[in-house]
């Protein structure tokens, strides 16, 4: 399955400065992470914007990508959104309403809204 976006005029963007860590589950368009994700940035607004293949390695219901899978997606968009804008964040609360379940395989693209922050507090949605 693919998608149409991001659109061509999108630059490629890496969020965190610590690109090298070995994270277990999400991170760069490495085909061997669980979780290959690429990020963009929207020219029109500036917000970050997630690309990310669920496979079968994050399968929960038969043919369904574990809610957990999707909720670490989440966690780091939100959280690149956050770094990217000079906010060096970690995340205090993530809440989500899953209103149906992803297919496996699919490409989805996550977009972020950091919306307001607050002394150390930073707001982000997706």
């Known amino acids: 399955m693919s998608i149409p976006w991001p659109a061509a005029d999108w630059p490629e963007v890496e969020p965190f400065p610590f690109a090298g860590a070995r994270q277990a589950f999400t991170g760069s368009a490495d085909p061997t992470r669980i979780l290959p994700v690429r990020y963009f940035r929207r020219p029109d607004d500036g917000r970050l914007a997630a690309l ?3 496979t079968e390695r994050v ?3 038969p043919g369904q990508a574990h809610g957990g899978a999707i909720l670490a997606i989440f966690d780091e968009a939100l959280g690149a959104a956050a770094w990217i804008e000079g906010n060096p964040v ?6 989500a309403e899953f209103r149906k379940s992803v ?5 989805l693209l996550v977009t972020t809204d950091l919306y307001r922050t607050r002394r150390r507090l930073v707001y982000v949605r997706g």
């Open 103 to 107: 297919p496996i395989p699919s490409e």
């Open 59 to 61: 399968e929960g219901a």
């Open 90 to 95: 970690f995340t205090v609360r993530l809440s």
């Open 52 to 54: 990310v293949r669920f």
